[in-house]
């Protein structure tokens, strides 16, 4: 991670708050021949790049602003997707703290022929969002209404708080190492 701290300014603005159905997304997809290895089963980072883009649409569509990936958590391809399906990606926001936005994104795939729909793919990516010289931004908190909402909330606040440990741990460990 970059030290934007000395290089960027302050943002006092309080933007208003959105709820998660605001910028939800549902992307699909046909997989192609030239996604696929010569088995047929798609390629993870074809999948990867899809959850990608889709996390950062939520993101944008949250912030009407730029947005990076800061991270993405661990990743598990649950089932293959094989050339000729259709892949969805559902991707909403679960949690927004100051800057950054943890995206909830569940992939499935879909068989043409026979309707068969199998979930394929979870994944939770955080975004940070960025003003126009690059710095982190203030996102527009997160109206968070019903079970659903509530559920997702709680469980992205034990995963930010896993992730800092992680992170926190890993430059204790580089600053011993150095
Ligand atoms: C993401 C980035 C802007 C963060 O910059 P930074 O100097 O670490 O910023 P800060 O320390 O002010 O942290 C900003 C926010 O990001 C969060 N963050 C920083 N690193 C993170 C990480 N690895 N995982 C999750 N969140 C992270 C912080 O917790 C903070 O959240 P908060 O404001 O909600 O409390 C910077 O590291 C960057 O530009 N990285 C490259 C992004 C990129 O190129 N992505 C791929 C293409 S889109």
């Not at 088995?39 to 899809?50: E, F, P």
């Not at 991707?91 to 936005?101: C, E, I, K, P, Q």
Request: net charge neutral; charged share 25%; proline share 5%.
């Amino acid at each position: 991670m970059t030290d934007t701290a000395d290089t960027c300014q302050n943002h006092n603005d309080e933007p208003q708050g959105k709820t998660p159905e605001e910028s939800a997304v549902i992307m699909t997809h046909q997989v192609l021949p030239s996604d696929a290895n010569p088995a047929g089963n798609v390629h993870g980072g074809v999948i990867l790049k899809h959850i990608d883009t889709a996390a950062g649409v939520v993101a944008m569509r949250h912030v009407r602003g730029w947005a990076v990936t800061a991270s993405i958590d661990r990743m598990d391809f649950l089932k293959p997707v094989y050339v000729g399906e259709l892949v969805t990606i559902k991707a909403s926001l679960n949690l927004v703290g100051r800057t950054s936005m943890e995206v909830g994104v569940r992939v499935e795939a879909e068989n043409l022929l026979t309707g068969e729909v199998r979930h394929t793919n979870s994944a939770y990516l955080t975004f940070v969002a960025l003003d126009g010289l690059g710095c982190p931004r203030p996102a527009p908190p997160l109206l968070i209404k019903g079970d659903v909402a509530e559920r997702r909330h709680r469980q992205a606040l034990r995963r930010r708080e896993l992730r800092r440990q992680a992170i926190a741990e890993e430059r204790a460990g580089d600053q011993t190492r150095a």
